[in-house]
């Protein structure tokens, strides 16, 4: 997987990039990123909640790769770096699975997910369960890959509304405001040194729900540490944070005579990409000069962190994951 990003240094000495830089510019560069079991609702963004103590789960035990060596070497070096990033997707089985075990387990990142909706809107090839019931079927398949992604989770107030063809109908129906705020919130909450998403806010991403997750991370990223931006989560307790970089996943097109396709529409447009950060347009294919390397092998685990994310993808039943 190939990323996208922006970003911004603070020059601190213990920083270590997640995509393995020791120095960055203000420029663009691409990397190759990033039953209900408990929801927390805090001022409207939703995070997964562990079971109290008391309470029996299926979930008490570590899953296998963390069990045993494995664990046990994943958080020994988990103790040399600082390193944090966020990843921002619009649906469960959106996220870059591989990318993010190999930051949680190959570069011992700190790493948070930020899913927009629950899918509550999809299909369901698993049970006859839609709409609300489905997004809790999601729900839980989505906290069960997180444990092999090694992720804390978080929701925003979006709803899956159905396929959208466009990032302005998304936001038409989301609102603007409110998912950029909740957006901001869970950076404020979790201080990631990282944004990251699968989307880069374009018509490569197809779906309206994509384009929306793409352009909010990378408005999110400049707008967080601001503090007159959303100052009502100042008064809440939270303190502005500004990640140092922000990625998106380059995306995999064709450019033909007609443009590149966008198969939300059925219609070809004009190669175009727009940058929240810099506003700015480029007619450019984006070009891709840092990779993270999904395909490398966890010894202790036994597995590449591309077939640990992919463990986790496969609890996701409802979509065809499994």
């Not at 709803?159 to 705020?181: H, N, P, Q």
């Not at 097109?253 to 443009?259: E, I, L, S």
């Not at 992919?310 to 994951?321: E, W």
């Amino acid at each position: 997987m190939i990323y996208l990003k922006q970003e911004r240094w603070v020059g601190f000495p213990w920083f270590r990039p997640v995509a393995g830089r020791r120095k960055v510019r203000n420029r663009f560069v691409t990397a190759s990123a990033v039953g209900l079991a408990g929801v927390l609702g805090w001022f409207g963004v939703l995070r997964a909640q562990a079971p109290s103590p008391g309470q029996a789960s299926a979930d008490t035990l570590p899953v296998e790769v963390d069990r045993g060596a494995a664990g046990l070497s994943r958080w020994l070096r988990a103790l040399q770096t600082r390193a944090s990033l966020l990843m921002v997707t619009a649906h469960p089985d959106d996220e870059d699975g591989g990318m993010l075990a190999y930051e949680t387990r190959g570069a011992e990142a700190r790493a948070v997910l930020l899913t927009l909706n629950r899918g509550e809107g999809g299909q369901n090839a698993m049970s006859p369960d839609l709409y609300d019931a489905l997004g809790l079927v999601r729900t839980e398949e989505l906290l069960a890959a997180d444990r092999y992604y090694g992720v804390e989770q978080f929701w925003t107030r979006a709803i899956d509304y159905g396929f959208s063809k466009t990032r302005e109908e998304a936001l038409e129906k989301w609102s603007r405001e409110r998912v950029l705020s909740d957006l901001v919130r869970v950076i404020r909450m979790t201080r990631p040194l990282v944004v990251t998403s699968v989307f880069i806010g374009a018509a490569t991403d197809g779906h309206g729900n994509h384009q929306v997750a793409g352009e909010m991370a990378q408005e999110a990223f400049q707008v967080a540490g601001d503090p007159s931006q959303f100052p009502e989560q100042l008064r809440d307790g939270l303190r502005p944070w500004s990640p140092l970089k922000v990625y998106a996943r380059v995306p995999s097109f064709a450019v033909t005579p007609k443009g590149m396709y966008d198969y939300a529409t059925d219609k070809y447009v004009p190669v175009r990409f727009y940058d929240y950060v810099s506003k700015t347009w480029s007619d450019q294919k984006p070009a891709t000069n840092v990779k993270v390397p999904q395909g490398e092998y966890a010894p202790a685990a036994g597995l590449t962190f591309l077939q640990i994310g992919r463990l986790g993808l496969g609890f996701q039943k409802s979509q065809n994951g499994g």
